[in-house]
């Protein structure tokens, strides 16, 4: 059983920067790929940003450029640093966990988190 907390969240202008943690417990985080996707309302849940257990980073276009995804093994941690926000980018954000490599499909991911809302006003 993986448990995911995400944190960072929050309200910011455009172009402004936010940077994203997620936590996770469990063995064997290394193994797994991390990702984040966003849910904006009324929309459904999409793909952002992963970090394949091989050390790959793989990126929506939407975000390409200015998000960055970073892990540190040690602390069973992944991040998603975004700059250059948008009011398009409003949503919630979710942490997930996969045993496929860089896969951009929801359904691929077994674990989530409870997610954490991003905000960019115009």
């Known amino acids: 059983q993986v448990q995911l907390v995400e944190s960072g969240g929050g309200l910011v202008q455009a172009g402004g920067s936010l940077r994203l943690s997620c936590a996770a417990s469990?063995?064997?985080?290394?193994?797994?790929?991390m990702a984040w996707f966003r849910q904006a309302p009324g929309k459904e849940r999409e793909f952002a940003a992963a970090f394949g257990w091989n050390g790959v980073t793989y990126y929506a276009d939407s975000v390409k450029g200015r998000f960055s995804i970073s892990r540190d093994n040690a602390k069973n941690t992944v991040y998603l640093q975004m700059n250059g926000l948008k009011p398009e980018d409003t949503a919630v954000y979710y942490c997930g966990v996969s045993n496929s490599l860089g896969s951009s499909t929801s359904n691929d991911y077994d674990y989530w988190g409870q997610g954490t809302q991003v905000t960019g006003s115009s």
């Open positions: 469990g063995r064997f985080f290394s193994t797994y790929t």
